[in-house]
Nanobody
Framework: QLQLVESGGGLVQVGVSLRLSCAAS????????MGWFRQAPGKERELVAT????????TYIASVKGRFVISRDNVKQSVYLQMNSLKPGDTGVYYC????????????WGQGTQVTVSS
């Protein structure tokens, strides 16, 4: 089993930056593609960004492209989400999750960290 623990959320003003971290332990971190999801109140959870096992391939939803950067450190067994130029629409609970490269199902999840962007 892979344990995931997020940190770095908080209450911030529009336009500032925030960096989320997700520390992994347990199974081999380098076996997993990592993703950041978010869920806003009353909305479905959405996949915000993904990063490949090696870290050389990333994907983003359109609303965060150019503002968010996902990265990973396989030595530290961590994945990060650098969020810049934050908007109120970025408010939500952010989760990191993992999946095997050959699958589409994310099977391990962190507990989430709240990000609130105030205008």
């Amino acid at each position: 089993q892979l344990q995931l623990v997020e940190s770095g959320g908080g209450l911030v003003q529009v336009g500032v930056s925030l960096r989320l971290s997700c520390a992994a332990s347990g199974r081999t971190f380098t076996s997993y593609v990592m993703g950041w999801f978010r869920q806003a109140p009353g909305k479905e959870r959405e996949l915000v960004a993904t990063i490949s096992v090696s870290g050389d391939a990333t994907t983003y939803i359109a609303s965060v492209k150019g503002r968010f950067v996902i990265s990973r450190d396989n030595v530290k067994q961590s994945v990060y989400l650098q969020m810049n130029s934050l908007k109120p629409g970025d408010t939500g609970v952010y989760y990191c999750a993992s999946r095997r490269p050959a699958t589409t199902k994310y099977d391990y999840w962190g507990q989430g960290t709240q990000v609130t962007v105030s205008s």
